[in-house]
């Protein structure tokens, strides 16, 4: 699936490679199709709870978090690097991140990221974000 950004046209595939070479995250799945729109990517991303536990420990004691506590740091950590996506991706480009899971099994947060140029409407960001998010539960 091709996008445009101002006058560049990429590639869904090469997203995924610019997300891969530039970030700690991994790439489970393509999901630029279940979008239904010509005009966004989407993925779906995971993280490595082990790679989260280095950046807290930076800042606080995480034996002291409770699992709640714990939870809702990899989420926000998740999202605040999910958000840094963007400098790597075309001019003209933006963003809509959520993590979601806890992958116990993986030991990672799983996240959703939809990519679109600028022209795409922040609720329409939002609604992308929310179908993903029921396709992959």
Known sequence: MYIVFGNKIIDSKEIEDIIRE???FNILKDMSKGTKREDMAAF???ISVDYLNSLISETCNIDELTEDELFEEY???SEE???DIEEYL???????FKAYKWDLSENAINCIVAIGNMEV???KMLDIIRRLESQVE
Not at 90 to 96: F, M, N, Q, V
């Open 44 to 46: 779906n991303l995971s």
């Open 81 to 83: 690097l999910g958000v």
């Open 121 to 123: 409407r922040e609720n």
């Open 22 to 24: 530039n970030t700690d």
């Open 75 to 77: 989420l926000a950590l």
């Open 90 to 96: 075309p001019e003209y480009s933006k963003i809509k």
